[in-house]
């Protein structure tokens, strides 16, 4: 067990470090960078207004203005709308970026500072990119945990009954109410949602905005949870709906395998009760494959799922961030954002594995390869 744990954890090593290649790969070919999208704010032709460049570079929002003559040609021509800019000022942007040295070396720099946690600096925020993280990390905490256990919480003791009454009228009418709600997309319900119950045309019973309150700070303690649940109800709805079908599903056909195997027979045999037959035996083997699923429902819930319902109730979390940076060619905080992702991917992928042989301790990793 320990020397799978171990390998799996040196594997973590290759594996982050091919992520961030491509990555980088990718990023070097696509159009557009920061140093385009401060020239298409200098030369007005960016829809994002004016920033100030982070990281200590000063602000650069005057200098622009120069002729580009002689051997600053060169310079210019390499990004599209610098005709007419200062080369000098078009040097000193690649320097702030670090875009005068090479590729190759600009990729280990990162990957080196990206080992010791050292993420940099953001280059359109005057914030550090691991602060920026933690600033949003509350909303996504809150939406990624919250749902999950939500959807797995319902989800799986609703999923045994379906499976215990399978045929029935009760199996039946909730597997009607399971495909709607896997059928409607979770935005477009989110959207119904705040129609009725968030003042849009029925009821205001729920906020719009945000995790708190305005005066959460003045609440007493117990306010200040009814208040943070408050704010929570709509997204959390709105999120778990399709998980929520997609885990009861899961659940309920696992268990209907389990069920027709012959050693659930025998321990009928024996005299042991359904509900001993149906924890004490059929439950771990059951649930190994609601398990295998968690991992990626729970980095789904916490990061990418996210982002639709951040933007739909003004909630300021990573998801909305990544998308922002990506778009404003933030490359800092779009390349720690995704190192930070995936190695918390591989570390909850690993977490499932040794919660498989708590379950079901059958599973002998010292005996498999990785």
Do not use: C
Not at 119 to 138: A, H, T
Not at 144 to 155: A, D, K, V
């Amino acid at each position: 067990m320990i020397a799978y744990i171990i390998r799996r954890l040196l594997l973590m090593i290759p594996t982050l470090f091919g992520i961030m290649l491509m990555s980088f790969i990718i990023v070097q070919f696509a159009p557009g960078g920061p140093v385009e999208r401060v020239i298409a704010q200098l030369t007005g032709t960016d829809v994002a207004a004016t920033t100030r460049i982070g990281g200590g570079g000063g602000d650069f929002s005057g200098q622009g203005a120069g002729a580009a003559g002689g051997g600053g040609d060169a310079v210019t021509s390499k990004y599209r709308g610098a005709q007419g800019l200062d080369p000098d000022f078009i040097k000193k942007l690649e320097e702030q970026f670090g875009f005068d040295k090479p590729a190759h070396e600009r990729f280990f720099l990162m990957v080196w500072n990206y080992a010791r946690f050292d993420f940099g600096e953001s280059y359109f925020r005057d914030i550090s990119v691991i602060d920026l993280i933690l600033e949003k990390m509350p909303v996504s905490i809150s939406l990624g945990l919250w749902m999950t256990l939500l959807s797995y919480g319902i989800s799986i003791p609703l999923g045994i009954a379906k499976a215990v009454r399978d045929g029935s009228r009760f199996d039946i009418w909730t597997s009607v109410v399971i495909v709607i709600g896997y059928a409607i997309p979770g935005f477009l319900f989110a959207i119904l949602l705040i129609v009725l119950f968030a003042g849009g045309s029925f009821f205001d019973l729920f906020p719009l905005r945000g995790l708190f309150s305005d005066n959460w700070d003045e609440l007493p303690w117990w306010q200040k949870i009814a208040d943070y649940f408050w704010h929570l109800a709509l997204p959390l709805f709105a999120m778990a709906l399709s998980a929520f079908a997609t885990t009861t599903l899961l659940t309920k056909n696992s268990f209907l395998d389990e069920i027709r195997k012959q050693y659930v027979q025998t321990a009928r045999a024996k005299g042991l009760t359904e509900r001993q037959v149906l924890y004490g035996h059929v439950f771990r083997n059951a649930m190994l494959i609601v398990i295998a699923g968690f991992p990626g429902a729970f980095i789904s819930a916490f990061f990418a799922g996210s982002l639709l319902i951040e933007t739909i109730f003004s909630l300021d979390g990573l998801g909305l961030l990544g998308y922002e940076t990506i778009v404003g060619r933030d490359y800092p905080v779009v390349f720690a954002t995704l190192y930070i992702f995936s190695l918390m991917g591989l570390v909850v992928n690993l977490i499932s594995d040794v919660t498989y042989m708590w379950i079901d301790p059958r599973i002998d990793f010292e005996a498999r390869s990785v």
